[in-house]
């Protein structure tokens, strides 16, 4: 395989931007209709994570050691939206087509077997993983919701308790699908440590112009059926003995995977007297948006954990006053720290900014960020990754 | 000595070959001239006959050659989807940039609205505050940070000192919050099927006990195939 030749080329197709994943997905569409009805009505979204995980596939085709995990990773989340092994087929030959039309006279008969076998060799690590996972655990878990709160003007907190056993860590995250927006799943929190009874809640923040948190902020009920992907994500979760001290800084629902990880935290504490000296941060626009601050505030008379608030948009606020990321990195020397980031993706990227300024090492800041995979920060965030498949 | 000798399967013969052949004389035989104009007939149709099998033989060929060419364009066929044709590409394409656009003016418009509306509640805000801070002034009262409320972690100075006016405001607006949500959560159904009322939290002040619950409904949170060797137990008090 010329692996050259498929990135050069593929720089060429590039270049034609949103129009390449436009002609793909027509292509695929007319040539398998029945295809449509697995993804949402939109595109705009889909069209940009398939040229971002193939452009990342292709640039590291030379080091397959390097993108294999990524690409098992995508045939593992390609589960919960029904894809199936023969739809690789159907993807391969638009993909070719698509880039015949791309690149025209260059097409050459040993381009296209390299690119056929390039491809090949994608769809198998994908499927495999997919069957792998298959064995273990469930495409998706269908879950109940038994509560729903709407503990602020745009945060309602669910609970949900999922018909089989699903196990997680206390920082993890799920990608979730609510019937009244079928195929579009979204990435959220459980905002608590797991459960001996199983049940789950999730801090949901009504996104503006957002479609599927607006609908379950608004609509979802109790006895409604959703479904959850596998957990997902290493950067908030905690080892039961981790040792060190802790800083944690959430915007808004951000605080859902830390508020489990605190949760997980004073349960060791219950146990061995013993818990990482923890100072968290919360920041929201206005007061009333700090929909936990009575559990934090009470918590806050634990001897290791230390709470913060940080209002940003009300001038006559009598606490700190701007960003969450500013408040936190004046707040306190946090040398040696272990710093937990959860947010917006400009909240985080702003906060990681400052508390690297204040002094915190890159690497002793952790937050998630799932690339081409999805980002995940509950809800915040209308976008998941993949290439085939509902959103 | 004959070109006919009597005999089982004889070889094929010419039309040239029929038309001069020569036969023994015998006695009594037949008229000559009728036996040549007949065998000139026969040799015109076996002539004939000839050349119609060749050209079925070719056209038979063509015909063959023809089913051979579809045959295998059948089976590509079912091995390869047919070409997608390209104006049907590009027509699919411009429906679906249509559908994209009509979704986003949706979302940009929902999303205009609570920017407006979000301004909106920080003006709101604000002006309050400023009445409160302008009628504080006049009424030339400075009391000391006299916070309704303490709040938790309230560390570093540098913010102003509340005033009661500002105070009550503040008060005011929480009530009027609470109260709105009231109005929200007494719309929704979800008491009536929830079997218990919500737990309306900001409504109470909170009491400052230091039991920390995690889980509404149930007393202790305990952990199950969650293997991190601890047996929950009560905290030690001692440890307070």
């Known amino acids: 395989m010329d692996t050259a030749a498929l990135q050069s080329s593929w720089q060429i197709v590039a270049k034609s931007g949103d129009d390449v994943p436009l002609y793909f997905y027509s292509h695929l569409f007319l040539s398998h209709p029945e295809l449509r009805e697995l993804f949402p009505i939109s595109m705009s979204a889909q069209r940009d994570k398939l040229v971002g995980a193939l452009g990342r596939i292709v640039s590291q085709v030379d080091q397959l050691g390097e993108v294999a995990p990524f690409i098992a990773q995508l045939g593992r989340e390609h589960r919960r939206f029904s894809v199936v092994a023969e739809h690789y087929g159907a993807v391969g030959a638009s993909l070719l087509a698509t880039l015949k039309h791309f690149l025209g006279p260059a097409w050459t008969p040993e381009l296209a077997a390299d690119w056929s076998a390039a491809y090949g060799l994608i769809a198998q690590t994908m499927v495999q993983a997919a069957e792998e996972a298959a064995d273990t655990t469930p495409a998706w878990w269908s879950a109940e919701v038994t509560a729903i709160e709407r503990r602020t003007l745009d945060v309602s907190v669910l609970r949900l308790e999922p018909h089989e056993r699903y196990d997680y860590r206390a920082g993890q995250s799920f990608a979730m699908e609510v019937p009244q927006r079928p195929r579009q799943w979204r990435y959220f929190s459980p905002a608590n440590a797991p459960r001996r009874d199983g049940s789950i809640e999730l801090h949901v923040q009504l996104v503006d112009g957002g479609q599927v948190s607006t609908s379950i902020v608004r609509s979802t009920r109790v006895g409604d059926t959703v479904r959850l992907g596998a957990p997902i994500g290493t950067a908030l979760t905690l080892p039961d003995d981790f040792a060190g001290d802790l800083l944690m800084v959430a915007g808004g629902t951000g605080l859902a995977p830390l508020r489990a990880v605190l949760e997980q935290l004073d349960r060791r504490w219950q146990v061995t007297g013993e818990a990482p000296r923890t100072h968290l941060f919360h920041g929201v626009r206005l007061p009333w948006s700090l929909y936990e601050r009575e559990l934090l505030s009470q918590l806050a008379h634990r001897p290791w954990f230390d709470y913060t608030e940080a209002v940003s948009d009300d001038a006559s606020y009598p606490g700190p006053r701007g960003p969450v990321g500013t408040v936190a990195a004046r707040g306190g020397n946090w040398r040696g720290r272990t710093a937990l980031v959860c947010g917006s993706p400009a909240m985080v990227e702003h906060t990681v900014a400052k508390l690297v300024e204040a002094g915190i090492s890159r690497e002793h800041i952790r937050f998630e960020s799932f690339g081409a995979a999805g980002d995940v920060n509950q809800s915040q965030q209308e976008a998941t990754g993949k290439v085939m498949g509902s959103e | ?240």
Request: glycine residues 8%; negative net charge; contains cysteine.
């Open chain 2, 1 to 240: 000595m004959s070109d006919f000798p009597r005999g089982p399967r004889a070889p094929r013969r010419s039309p040239q070959v029929i038309r001069s052949a020569t036969f023994s004389q015998r006695r009594r035989g037949f008229d000559e001239v009728e036996v040549r104009g007949f065998l000139g007939q026969v040799a015109s149709q076996v002539e004939a006959a000839e050349a119609e099998c060749a050209d079925l033989r070719a056209e038979n060929e063509q015909l063959r050659a023809d089913v051979d060419r579809w045959r295998t364009e059948l089976v590509q066929r079912e091995e390869n989807p047919p070409e997608i044709n390209e104006r049907a590409v590009a027509l699919f394409s411009q429906a679906q940039q249509v559908a994209d656009r009509l979704v986003e003016e949706a979302v940009q418009h929902a999303r205009d609205l609570m920017a407006a509306a979000r301004a909106q509640e920080r003006e709101i805000i604000q002006r309050a505050n400023e009445a409160a801070q302008s009628a504080a002034r006049e009424a030339g009262t400075r009391s000391p940070g006299g916070a309704a409320e303490r709040r938790a972690g309230h560390g570093g100075g540098g913010y102003d000192t509340p005033v009661p006016d500002l105070e009550y405001v503040r008060t005011f607006a929480r009530v009027a919050q609470v109260q709105f949500r009231s109005v929200l959560e007494a719309l929704s159904e979800q008491v009536d099927r929830l079997g218990q009322v919500p737990d309306l939290s900001e409504a109470q002040r909170p009491g400052w006990s230091a039991d920390v619950s995690w889980h509404d409904g149930s007393g202790r949170d305990e952990l199950d195939g969650y293997t991190d060797g601890y047996t929950p137990e009560p905290p030690d008090p001692a440890r307070r």
